[in-house]
């Protein structure tokens, strides 16, 4: 005789637990909200515009206040790296532990750090404006491994998409994401290794040639970008185990309700389980 | 102050961006959690009676 049909106990609705937020990631957002405040402040009012004087001639030249933008622009490049950089070493134990946990990180970090690499290119190109004259160049060997960055990591997340087993979406998408990081050391070291084929500037912060409050303001921006990419890091993990588990307790009712209908041999057969008469 | 027009759009791109993201992500994760029983959440596990 079939048990009586049982359903998931219902869920309270509205409690304040609703949510993917902890004290800690609370406490976190406070702290980048304040981050960004006092960015905002240093790049706007506290930090000088980039003017130069042409030694022979006289006349000013440099960024001007465009050089502001930087401090958004190149925290976001350098968090876009430590996103895809995660992406890979979570794609790496989805292939070797094949566990929920790495496979929800590597989609978070993919997400997360497709975001910040559009907004790369966008802020570069507002910028590269009215430095560069352009709001892009084909020829640019840097702008165009970062555009190459983002549309393979546009098609891992177009290819989690897909339906199919689970399992092998997952492991499909970590070697496609093994692939594609093999980009960055290519944009990174991009102005060094194609100099003539780049409007980018070499790096000018590991020899610290830019000095004082200009330093500190880039350092605060890549403090408090990495603090926002950790923020978003987390919540779209915990959506992402969320996703998983409502879509378990979906199937848990489901076979629930289905136990209750069926008789069990009918069952059995069904799910190919050959030990008829023992409850299942 | 040059480039006004450049610096409002790239920072407000990036700032409008951010919080759009941010916005949908706990949106989704309300939406998410309300289908979920809290065991599912191990982040709640730090939050003791008082937020569960």
Redesign the interface.
């Known amino acids: 005789m079939a048990e009586e049909p049982m359903s998931p106990a219902p869920l309270p609705e509205g409690t304040a637990s609703d949510t993917t937020g902890s004290r800690g990631s609370r406490l976190l957002g406070v702290l980048t909200l304040v981050g960004l405040a006092a960015l905002g402040v240093l790049a706007f009012v506290l930090t000088d515009p980039d003017v130069r004087i042409h030694p022979s001639t006289g006349a000013e030249f440099g960024q001007f206040d465009a050089v502001r933008m930087l401090y958004v622009h190149v925290p976001l490049a350098v968090m876009t790296y430590l996103a895809y950089g995660l992406c890979a070493v979570a794609s790496l134990g989805v292939l070797i532990r094949r566990t929920p946990w790495w496979d929800v990180t590597a989609h978070a970090a993919a997400e997360v750090g497709t975001v910040f690499c559009g907004l790369v290119l966008v802020t570069g190109s507002i910028w590269g404006r009215p430095v560069w004259n352009t709001w892009w160049e084909w020829g640019d060997v840097r702008l165009m491994t970062t555009l190459v960055l983002f549309l393979m990591f546009a098609g891992y997340l177009a290819l989690r998409r897909t339906t199919g087993d689970p399992r092998a979406v997952s492991r499909r998408a970590a070697v496609v994401a093994l692939v594609a990081v093999l980009d960055i050391p290519l944009v990174n070291r991009s102005v060094e290794w194609w100099e003539n084929r780049t409007l980018h500037q070499q790096s000018t912060l590991g020899d610290l040639k830019i000095e004082d409050l200009t330093l500190f303001t880039l350092m605060l921006g890549f403090l408090v970008l990495g603090m926002v990419l950790a923020w978003l890091l987390l919540h779209r993990f915990r959506v992402g185990w969320l996703e998983r588990a409502a879509l378990d307790h979906l199937v848990a009712a489901a076979i629930v309700e289905r136990r209750g209908e069926t008789p069990d041999d009918e069952l059995r057969r069904a799910v190919g389980d050959p030990s008829p008469g023992e409850p299942l | 102050?040059?480039?006004?027009g450049?610096?409002i759009?790239?920072?407000g791109?990036?700032?409008g961006?951010?919080a759009v993201?941010?916005l949908r992500?706990?949106r989704?994760?309300?939406d998410?959690?309300?289908?979920?029983?809290?065991a599912?959440?191990r982040?709640?596990e730090?939050?003791g009676s008082d937020?569960?």
Do not use: E, F, K, N
């Open positions: 102050m040059t480039h006004v450049y610096l759009a790239g920072w791109i990036t700032l961006t951010l993201y941010a992500l706990v989704r994760g309300r998410l959690s309300a289908q979920v029983p809290d599912h959440r982040w709640l730090d939050q937020d569960a």
